[in-house]
């Protein structure tokens, strides 16, 4: 089965730049999308097929997929961005999606 | 405004059987796909199942495949899973989750997630 993975921890400092990445056998063939999960909350999706922005989501986040590996950038990081991340994906091969293993930002 | 609301959840035995349910509103339920994702204590998000927005086609993770079967009312605006031979690996909260097109492809994402309802498979 198809696998991608993520850092399990990244830490920023509130206004600088945190980089979550998500790794899997050419990904970058693949659209991935991200979410957002607060403590106790459901998923919000923060980037669908790449790059794009859903409404309501604020502009620091963004998206990017090449290669082997999807990244979520958060420009100018605040409190209320800590949470854990996920990525996901389809794979075409057992006609299913997967979610990457989860990225725990934690801003100090 | 797009809601996602389940119910049906609880404590079942192993082997039992459970069902959950999905009331959507606020969007044309038609139009969507239909998604299920759980979440087992303190783990991360593990796609479960979904349903093309004609309730034709529809896709299971391996780990459930044969015991769980999804499907859609379209008179009730309800999506559904209908969980049998349960197991305690089966215990988590599942999300019922609108895809943000009509079929189950690559591209695909979760555009509104309900609460989730909690599923507890224990004796």
């Known amino acids: 089965s198809y696998e991608v993975t993520q850092p399990p921890s990244v830490s920023v400092s509130p206004g600088q730049t945190a980089s979550i990445t998500c790794s899997g056998d050419?990904?970058?063939?693949?659209?991935t999308s991200w979410y957002q999960q607060g403590p106790g909350q459901s998923p919000v999706l923060v980037i669908y097929?790449?790059?794009k922005r859903p409404s309501g989501i604020p502009e620091r986040f963004s998206g990017s997929n090449s290669g082997s590996t999807a990244t979520l950038t958060i420009s100018g990081t605040q409190a209320m961005d800590e949470a854990d991340y996920y990525c996901q994906a389809w794979d075409s091969s057992t006609t299913s999606y997967v979610f990457g293993t989860g990225t725990k930002v934690t801003v100090l | 405004e797009v809601r996602l609301l389940e119910s049906g959840g609880g404590l079942v035995q192993p082997g039992g059987s459970l069902r959950l349910s999905c009331a959507a509103s606020g969007f044309t339920f038609s139009s969507s796909a239909m998604t299920w994702v759980r979440q087992a204590p303190g783990k991360g998000l593990e796609w479960v199942s979904s349903l093309t927005n004609s309730g034709v086609d529809t896709y299971y993770a391996d780990s459930v495949k044969g015991r769980f079967a999804i499907s859609r009312d379209y008179s009730k605006n309800t999506l559904y899973l209908q969980m049998n031979s349960l197991r305690a690996e089966d215990t988590a909260v599942y999300y019922c989750?609108?895809?943000?097109?009509?079929?189950?492809?690559?591209?695909?994402?979760?555009?509104?997630w309900g609460q989730g309802s909690l599923v507890t498979v224990s004796s």
């Open positions: 050419k990904l970058g063939y693949k659209f």
């Open positions: 989750a609108k895809s943000g097109g009509l079929a189950v492809e690559a591209g695909g994402y979760f555009d509104y």
């Open positions: 097929q790449d790059s």
